[in-house]
């Protein structure tokens, strides 16, 4: 796009798209790095962000943009395969109007700006995809554009007086050589050799 402000988000969200379509049934129930999260929670998550972000991109403000992402536990109902996808590709259309980077919106029932704004959603979705395909045991390859970005919204945030869950857990020490994915993952308080079955010193990133 040739206005510096803006950014597609859809080399992302196809790659979110991709990653749900390759979750079988019977890994609903298994654990994601999110403490207390099973993977169909993590999809329900998706879709509501989705959702949100969309409307905040929209700047059409109301019950999506105002509850708190910590009201009730997420979870898919029983379309979220037709739903996720349509959802996805309308999120990225929303912030394909540069208007959307513009003035101000709001997420999650917090006020803030709409670049602001999208530069979280690109966060989630470049952290959520990892903790899907990590999961469910699925390479993950995120757009190079949204992994940097994702990285320098969480690099900003890394020296916070108070990280204590309620957005961002504590920094998992990474080596300053390993892949920006992985340092992006640490960041985000996530441990990233976490596995299914395996212990983590990972925190939630919390839903906005």
Request: some cysteine; charged content about 20%.
């Amino acid at each position: 796009m040739n206005d510096p402000t803006t950014f597609d988000l859809g080399p992302q969200t196809r790659i979110v798209a991709s990653l749900a379509a390759g979750v079988t049934d019977e890994q609903l129930a298994d654990p994601t790095p999110c403490p207390d999260m099973a993977v169909r929670n993590l999809l329900g998550h998706l879709v509501g962000l989705a959702v949100a972000f969309r409307d905040a991109g929209r700047k059409a403000l109301g019950p999506t943009t105002d509850t708190s992402p910590d009201a009730a536990v997420p979870d898919v109902g029983p379309g979220w395969r037709e739903e996720l996808p349509k959802v996805l590709d309308e999120l990225a259309d929303a912030w394909r109007d540069p208007a959307a980077w513009t003035g101000m919106t709001r997420a999650g029932g917090v006020d803030l700006p709409g670049a602001v704004a999208g530069a979280v959603a690109i966060n989630e979705l470049v952290i959520h995809a990892w903790d899907l395909a990590r999961a469910t045991g699925q390479p993950y390859a995120p757009d190079p554009a949204a992994l940097r970005s994702s990285y320098d919204v969480l690099l900003a945030a890394a020296d916070e007086p108070v990280r204590d869950g309620t957005l961002f857990g504590p920094v998992v020490a990474v080596p300053e050589d390993a892949p920006l994915l992985d340092r992006a993952v640490g960041l985000s308080g996530r441990d990233p050799e976490w596995t299914p079955g395996g212990e983590s010193a990972s925190t939630v990133l919390r839903q906005v």
